[in-house]
């Protein structure tokens, strides 16, 4: 079974840090690009951050640059975010996603994702 | 950056016909992805590059995309497709993707 579990969320103090994982399974990890996505409470969605198959490209959502960091590690199967300096306002469940390559643009959907961690940010 | 417009909700009665639209600039330039998310579930793709159905996803569901309009279409509307629906694209001067507002699915 094409599988994602997304781990590490919890509560953390504002300006804290925490690392949040995503183990992939059934499927050939590395040769999928990969992103993080999330959700504030009763929100919509917001696109977190990207990085391709052999980590050659990633690209961050201007709300997180210079504060977050996206990487895998292709022989364990797993995707990571690591955040620092957090906000309230990256209060969210946290979901990481495949890209499935139907364009030639690159430009494609998302079509495995994860359960979701929580992460809230609070004092 | 790029914007894509989605009505905040749609109510449609069952056994009709819903049709969700998602307004951006020229947007029948770019593929068009649409997502299904439920209370308390992850997203799960039902339309990608404007029309395509991925594997699983009921023939009910099909998309459209011209001008500065796309359209998710839901024939014969069950109670269990009340859900939130996003619409997505990639901006491409950032190359970063973007999501609709999206659009809450009333089943009366």
């Known amino acids: 079974e094409v599988q994602l579990v997304e781990s590490g969320g919890g509560l953390v103090q504002p300006g804290g840090s925490l690392r949040l994982s995503c183990a992939a399974s059934?499927?050939?990890?590395?040769?999928?690009?990969m992103n993080w996505v999330r959700q504030a409470p009763g929100k919509g969605l917001e696109w977190v951050s990207y990085i391709s198959s052999s980590s050659s490209t990633i690209y961050y959502a201007d709300s997180v640059k210079g504060r977050f960091t996206i990487s895998r590690d292709n022989a364990k199967n797993s995707l990571y975010l690591q955040m620092n300096s957090l906000r309230a306002e990256d209060t969210a469940v946290y979901y990481c996603a495949r890209q499935n390559p139907t364009t030639v643009t690159g430009h494609d959907a998302f079509d495995i994702w994860g359960q979701g961690t929580m992460v809230t940010v609070s004092s | 950056s790029y914007v894509l417009t989605q009505p905040p909700s749609v109510s449609v009665a069952p056994g009709k016909t819903a049709r969700i639209t998602c307004g951006g600039n020229?947007?029948?330039?770019?593929?068009v992805h649409w997502y299904q998310q439920k209370p308390g579930q992850a997203p799960v793709l039902v339309v990608y590059?404007?029309?395509d159905r991925p594997s699983g996803i009921p023939e009910r569901f099909s998309g459209s995309n011209s001008g500065n309009t796309a359209t998710l279409t839901i024939s014969r509307v069950e109670a269990g497709d009340e859900a939130d629906y996003y619409c997505q694209v990639w901006d491409s001067s950032s190359d970063h993707p973007v999501f609709g507002g999206g659009t809450k699915l009333t089943v009366l």
């Open positions: 590059d404007d029309s």
């Open positions: 059934g499927f050939t990890f590395s040769s999928y690009s």
């Open positions: 020229n947007i029948g330039s770019k593929s």
